[in-house]
T-cell receptor, first 111, second 114 residues
Framework: QKEVEQNSGPLSVPEGAIASLNCTYS??????FFWYRQYSGKSPELIMS????GDKEDGRFTAQLNKASQYVSLLIRDSQPSDSATYLC???????????FGTGTKLQVIP | SQTIHQWPATLVQPVGSPLSLECTVE??????LYWYRQAAGRGLQLLFY??????ISSEVPQNLSASRPQDRQFILSSKKLLLSDSGFYLC?????????????FGSGTRLTVV
């Protein structure tokens, strides 16, 4: 069983719509959850972190965490073509020295 | 501000040749340093991490080794490259552990073994 699972996509949404990206994890002891954005051919960039149940908003991005369901999501409002990228979910595992990444969801925003 | 430098950006090496990739961090002290590999169409695989000079943790037994000769320098090496070593190699740093604040990645080295 994979420790962090994401739908590989591609997820296609029209410009201006809400993109919803989902992630599940297996380690109930995980405390830190991250979303990274990776443009094609580039390195990942941290865009959101969340540590407690509920929602965390930063601009057009909202991260949602439900520890009981072991579920993390990222909502992107007013999606733009520049949001087209692969979004990686990451969860701390075995302490705080490292995290485990999902394989990523490719998002395509259609103009 | 903190910056991370990684070079070279691309590398084409024959099978059996040695490898040395270097990563340096500026603007911070005693960072945790990490080497990741991302094979084509695959996820990020943690190879090594270091919490201090000379302290290396290996995550996956393989054809690679890592060293940390200075506080802000992390080196990935191989004595003999295999075709399976091809991939996108990423250095990353964090303070207080990646599980607390996440990583900052370098720009990566795209390695092709031929």
């Amino acid at each position: 069983q994979k420790e962090v699972e994401q739908n590989s996509g591609p997820l296609s949404v029209p410009e201006g719509a809400i993109a919803s990206l989902n992630c599940t994890y297996s380690d109930r002891g995980s405390q830190s959850f991250f979303w990274y954005r990776q443009y094609s051919g580039k390195s990942p960039e941290l865009i959101m972190s969340i540590y407690s149940n509920g929602d965390k908003e930063d601009g057009r991005f909202t991260a949602q965490l439900n520890k009981a369901s072991q579920y993390v999501s990222l909502l992107i409002r007013d999606s733009q073509p520049s949001d087209s990228a692969t979004y990686l979910c990451a969860v701390n595992s075995g302490g705080y020295q490292k995290v485990t990444f999902g394989t990523g969801t490719k998002l395509q925003v259609i103009p | 501000s903190q910056t991370i430098h990684q070079w070279p950006a691309t590398l084409v090496q024959p099978v059996g040749s040695p490898l040395s990739l270097e990563c340096t961090v500026e603007g911070t002290s005693n960072p945790n340093l990490y080497w990741y590999r991302q094979a084509a169409g695959r996820g990020l695989q943690l190879l090594f991490y270091s919490v201090g000079i000379g302290q290396i943790s290996s995550e996956v037994p393989q054809n690679l080794s890592a060293s940390r000769p200075q506080d802000r320098q992390f080196i990935l090496s191989s004595k003999k490259l295999l075709l399976s070593d091809s991939g996108f190699y990423l250095c990353a740093w964090s303070v207080g552990g990646a599980g607390r604040r996440g990583y900052t990645f370098g720009s990566g080295t795209r390695l092709t073994v031929v």
